[in-house]
């Protein structure tokens, strides 16, 4: 039987791992591919891991005291993981978010008990689709947020202690399951957060173990390719930039994905598998069918699910 927490923290993290094997067309088919759900935490996404840590972190160095407010830019996920954890804290929280990110976040995130800050996007922008110029909008007015209030910013895009987060749990976790048997790691990057982190424990248990980095067909920015559309649909990542807190000497190749691509495979999970995720999710888990072309018969690939699809409905992800 599962314990008792002393409050809904205590459930964050120690997520499922699944195999789907329904979606691959049974077990003898190709290296086997484990998904990792991360939408059982409680904010519904692979944040609240990062979110609580961050937050403990700034507790302990005295970065973040008592009565001060949290100002954080997101995408929706990390503000939500923050909501939570700011709700049980006890510290006023709010999250500024582009316009263009589905409404279902930030509408979780008021529910929360954390103020919203929506920032429209930049001229030409496409709702669903937040680009690296919009999100320097939405970061602008965090920062004016900060000054004004003397806000502790969380800063999740530099801040160790996202990546340390996952190196600490997501990886660890990964590797009990399976019992150290991870041939291959796949993660889409948007901090880098939980693919650092991740792959950071797994080569650290075994160096042999492949780390591959999913990103936007348009935007595949660390793998030092030309960036040809940052208007696409998977939303907190490719963002054309790369991120403070990423580390290349983890990554041992680059994987790309269409919208059409995150989409289909997203549905496919749903209605093969029972799992509802996200574009993300969707993303992950085809750069995963690709790359399982490549490998030999005989092996194992984990990717994660970091988000529920239900917080994707009022988009165009399902019909």
Not at 61 to 72: C, K, P, T
Request: charged share 20%; aromatic share 6%; proline share 5%.
């Amino acid at each position: 039987m599962a314990p008792i927490f002393d409050s809904v923290l205590g459930a964050i993290g120690n997520t499922p791992l699944v195999a789907l094997d329904r979606l691959r067309g049974g077990k003898g088919d190709g290296p086997r591919i484990l998904a990792k759900l991360e939408f059982f935490s409680p904010g519904g996404s692979v944040k609240d891991r990062a979110a609580l840590n961050m937050l403990e972190e700034a507790e302990k160095s005295g970065s973040l005291r008592a009565g001060q407010m949290v100002v954080e830019l997101t995408s929706g996920n990390m503000g939500i993981g923050l909501a939570v954890a700011c709700a049980v804290k006890g510290y006023r929280f709010t999250a500024v978010m582009s316009e263009g990110n589905s409404s279902e976040r930030w509408r979780v995130m008021k529910a929360l008990g954390a103020k919203v800050v929506l920032v429209p996007q930049a001229s030409g922008g496409v709702p669903g689709k937040v680009t690296g110029e919009d999100l320097a909008l939405a970061e602008r007015k965090a920062g004016q947020l900060v000054r004004r209030y003397g806000a502790y910013r969380v800063d999740q895009f530099k801040n160790p202690a996202n990546p340390a987060a996952h190196r600490a749990s997501t990886g660890e976790e990964i590797w009990s399951q399976t019992g150290g048997r991870v041939d291959c790691f796949v993660a889409i990057a948007g901090t880098a957060g939980t693919f650092v982190g991740t792959a950071g424990a797994l080569k650290a248990h075994n160096p042999a173990v492949k780390c591959f980095v999913v990103e936007p067909a348009g935007a595949p920015i660390l793998a030092g390719r030309r960036v040809t559309s940052q208007k696409h649909k998977l939303q907190g990542t490719g963002y054309a930039l790369v991120p403070e807190v990423w580390d290349p000497s983890l990554c041992d190749g680059y994987l790309t994905v269409t919208d059409s691509e995150a989409v289909v495979t997203a549905r496919r999970l749903a209605s093969k598998e029972g799992i509802l995720s996200g574009f993300s999710g969707g993303a992950n888990v085809a750069a995963c069918l690709k790359l399982a072309k490549r490998l030999p018969k005989a092996g194992t690939i984990v990717t994660i699910i970091p988000d529920t699809g239900l917080k994707y409905l009022s988009t165009d992800l399902f019909p």
